[in-house]
């Protein structure tokens, strides 16, 4: 089965950016959606197909996909986007398929 | 604008079965697909598998196949997510997302089961 792997962690300093990235055997071969997760609510799509920001989400997300890996960027941090991060594919257009998952530490 | 409202909490013992519903409101029900996700404690995201709303074609993942059943009742534009003899690693929140291939899923609040004797 199709595996996206995500570093466990990230920690980035109020006001800098956040790299998140999402590693899978050819991926940029296709569509990667991010999906943020808060304690106590329901996950809420932040990119779609690669780099599409959905209305309501700031331009300060954006994303790259290319190659094995796709990015999840989040410009000028602040505390509100401390949360998990998750990537996600279809796999044969059968099999969703998320990351391993990242939490991103605001310091 | 798309919304996905779960059933309620539920507490449930080993070996016992439970029915989450999920009712789809804001676009065409049949027009997409219903997956369910699920997220234990201090764990990721684990999919479960997916119902097409249109045609109830179904795709179950494997760690699931012989446990659960999803179904939908284009009536009410719900549907539902019934997983059968419980154990303990089963307590975990249950998301119902609507399915789309480009733009992405769009999820329900989440529904909390605990599995406990």
């Known amino acids: 089965s199709y595996e996206l792997t995500q570093p466990l962690s990230v920690s980035v300093a109020l006001g800098q950016t956040a790299k998140i990235t999402c590693g899978g055997t050819n991926l940029g071969s296709q569509n990667v959606h991010w999906y943020r997760l808060k304690p106590g609510q329901a996950p809420v799509l932040v990119i779609y197909g690669d780099s599409n920001r959905p209305s309501g989400i700031p331009d300060r997300f954006s994303g790259s996909n290319s190659g094995n890996t796709a990015t999840l960027i989040i410009n000028t941090v602040q505390a509100g986007d401390e949360a998990d991060y998750y990537c996600q594919v279809w796999d044969g257009g059968t099999d969703l398929v998320f990351g391993t998952g990242t939490k991103v530490i605001v310091l | 604008q798309v919304q996905l409202v779960q059933s309620g909490a539920e507490v449930k013992k080993p070996g016992a079965s439970v029915k989450v519903s999920c009712k789809a409101s804001g676009y065409t029900f049949t027009n997409y697909g219903i997956g369910w996700v699920r997220q234990a404690p201090g764990q990721g995201l684990e999919s479960m598998g997916w119902?097409?709303?249109?045609?109830?074609?179904?795709h179950y993942a494997q760690n699931f196949q012989d446990r659960v059943t999803m179904t939908t009742d284009a009536s009410t534009d719900t549907a539902y997510m019934e997983l059968r003899g419980l154990r303990s690693d089963d307590t975990a929140v249950y998301y119902c997302?609507?399915?789309?291939?480009?733009?992405?899923?769009?999820w329900g609040q989440g529904t909390l089961i605990t599995v406990s004797s």
């Open positions: 997302a609507r399915l789309d291939y480009d733009d992405g899923l769009s």
């Open positions: 119902i097409s709303a249109y045609s109830d074609n179904t």
